[in-house]
């Protein structure tokens, strides 16, 4: 590093701190090829912001500070005006703090804009007002926050009308990802790229007791997956879960259990483009009343791209780890030679064999009646678990690939709560 900043002019040492291309990390660089908009997509503080900040100044700055640059017209579109200025314009990582004091842009109040030294103008828009994009017309386009914002459809429909400027008119979206239908439509528009980061990758510009406080409190959960990897979770419109609910049962401790379970949802094959192998461990106090009894899912054990002794390791594991009383794995597709491959690994263990006579649905129903009553709670950690569960609906997945860790979960509650329940309400029968 010394022998490179040697070898720099006094020009260059100047120049270097304003040369984003040099610092920039790979989600904030754009994409090669011909593309409309560019999206990314990150975790909290993973450095969007300052991303789509420099992605302006690229289109705007010319050579010298006076030379036109790509586009001269731009539209900055926030969720409202206060926050286009407050994060976008006057941010830490916003134009003016980006921007090498002889290229930088002034802030007319009065008009709502950006005038660069080479007469580039970036105008401000709310997107409470999506109206206020008819009329005026850009060459290029930055939108902050889209996945939040109330008048979401409306306001991005106004800003494709009005972005007809120049031979390759662009936009670029910095979000963090929500499930909604118009950052959905976006993402599968053919001329759309997408680059994406969690907020670890910019820990080198974030306080370690910030990266310290959201990884204790959220990592491993499905709002984690969103909030901290930028991942775009999907609630299934008429899930049997949803992210509130599974919130909701969120506990930091679990009390004395009765009895432990491990379940196992076996893939039909063991290679690495195999289903995963639903593993979950599921504990429940089974003390008093039936309506009084509480489930508590301990950990996804969950593993892909093994063999079968493999996976059955893992969940023997599993159960040493938790101390489990029982391994429940389902058989309808490795029938006998399910249990002859965990009797090889352990061949004292506690098994029960479970097959499937209804669908995943069916099966789940009576699983997420129980959620719905408060009844089961979630350690963190369960964040893969979360989503799959937020994909199943009644009328089936609408996830990609199999539900195995759904599966594996139902399986355990069911051996836990469902049929012992049942076995406890049935009514006795007396004999004459």
Known sequence: MDEFLASLSNEALLALPWLFEFWALPHQLPPDGAWRSWVIMGGRGAGKT??????????????????????????????????????????????????????????????????????????????????????????????????????????????????????????????????????????????????????????????????????ARYGGTRLGLQELDGALLEDAEGALWTSAMLERGRVDEVPTLSRIVVAVDPPVTGHAGSDECGIVVVGAVTDGPVQDWRAYVLEDASVQGTS?????RAAIEAMQRHGADRLVAEVNQGGDLVQAVIRQVDPLVSFKAVRASRGKSARAEPVAALYEQGRVHHLRGMGRLEDQMCRMTALGYEGRGSPDRVDALVWALTALMVDPAQAVQRPQVRRL
């Open 50 to 215: 300052r991303a789509g900040a420099e992605w302006v100044r690229t289109q705007v700055e010319g050579a010298r500070p006076g030379n036109p640059g790509r586009a001269g017209r731009v539209a900055l579109v926030g969720e409202t005006i206060d926050q286009v200025r407050e994060v976008m314009i006057f941010g830490e990582s916003g134009i003016l703090a980006c921007s090498p004091p002889d290229r930088r842009p002034v802030w007319e109040a009065t008009r709502k804009r950006l005038v660069w030294p080479n007469g580039a103008v970036a105008q401000v828009f709310s997107a409470h007002e999506p109206e206020s994009l008819r009329g005026p017309q850009f060459d290029a386009a930055w939108v902050d926050e889209l996945a939040k914002w109330k008048k979401a459809e409306e306001t991005w429909d106004q800003l494709q009308f009005a972005l007809r400027l120049g031979p390759n008119p662009q936009q670029v979206v910095t979000t963090t990802p929500r499930n909604v239908a118009v950052l959905k439509a976006i993402l599968n528009n053919p001329s759309t790229v997408v680059t994406h980061a969690p907020t670890d990758a910019n820990r080198a510009h974030l306080a370690a007791s910030f990266l310290e406080e959201v990884k």
């Open 308 to 312: 079968p002794d493999g996976w059955a």
